[in-house]
């Protein structure tokens, strides 16, 4: 009976008799409750996470295509000065890397107190992000290493690769865990040196 009287009336400021029937529902509505915006914030966060492009962020992704991977092995080659810090220690060191690359993997040699030593590097997908990184594998002595590295383009749209490395258990080809890994930066030689 409210709703007819109020629909009854000549619409008021020139609004419409549609928009003053919205307006009696929406002034008629309970008002929101604690628990109403919670169930409204967890509808929306389950609607954007259902809608964004990767989802949830430990959602494998699309693996590289094999041009994604010859461009970027391209990239990555050349003359790189390294700074570091060695695996299990607070000794600094500086050295050189030269990557180059030998079919659908890189050639790494790595010279360091005038001892280099030759390693293979891969572009691989690192779990649960999707990101691409380099992996780079190499001995010493008796002693098998793999670093995990990242790489972005720097000003000069050169590779700038910053990684982890770690000693691998010879038994199982895999990492050892450390809390003290070895920490390593390339930087381009300028002019960037193609080898």
Sequence with gaps: MLASIELAEMPRAGLSP?????SLITN????PTP????LTFICTLLLVISSSPSGIANEPGPSPTSEDIDSLLDYLTGSYRLIGKELDSSKTFLGRVIISRKGNQLEILR???GITVKGAGNIETAPLTSSRV????FSSGTS???????????LDNYARITGYLYKVDPKT???????NPGLETLFPESPM???
């Design 18 to 22: 549609i928009t003053n029937h919205q």
């Design 28 to 31: 008629h509505l309970p008002p």
């Design 35 to 38: 628990v109403r915006h919670l």
């Design 111 to 113: 010279t360091i107190n």
């Design 134 to 137: 380099l992996r780079m594998r």
């Design 144 to 154: 098998k290493f793999e670093g995990t590295y990242l790489f972005h383009s720097d």
């Design 173 to 179: 080809g895999v990492p050892i865990d450390t809390k």
């Design 193 to 195: 040196k193609r080898e």
